[in-house]
């Protein structure tokens, strides 16, 4: 059963810092893409950050410089570090696999989310 399992969201004043967990399980970790997400209400789920296998990262504009993406293969685990963050980085923030092969382990899934609030 493939799970991916978001941890770290919450409360925090613009300013400060947040690092978001993704821990997977039921998928070969080291052969997936990963990825963040956020969601916010009424809008599209979009594209925060992305890892590949071999560590190359990908940045939306207005992260850029502030977030940090990461992975730690031998614990099936990526971060999102997250600072300077300001009010409109407020949303449900989402981990996403994606596979780059067609082998069994390779999945694409989502995690179910977790909630950021940046106060001002």
């Known amino acids: 059963q493939v799970q991916l399992v978001e941890s770290g969201g919450g409360l925090v004043q613009a300013g400060g810092s947040l690092r978001l967990s993704c821990a997977a399980s039921g998928i070969s970790f080291s052969i997936n893409n990963m990825g963040w997400y956020r969601q916010t209400p009424g809008k599209q789920r979009d594209l925060v950050a992305h890892i590949t296998t071999g560590g190359s990262t990908y940045y939306a504009n207005s992260v850029k410089g502030r977030f940090t993406i990461s992975r730690d293969n031998a614990k099936n685990t990526v971060y999102l570090q997250m600072n300077s963050v300001k009010p409109e980085d407020t949303a449900v923030y989402y981990c996403?696999?994606?596979?780059?092969?067609?082998?069994?382990?390779?999945?694409?899934?989502w995690g179910q989310g977790t909630q950021v609030t940046v106060s001002s």
């Open positions: 996403r696999s994606i596979p780059i092969t067609t082998s069994p382990g390779a999945k694409n899934a």
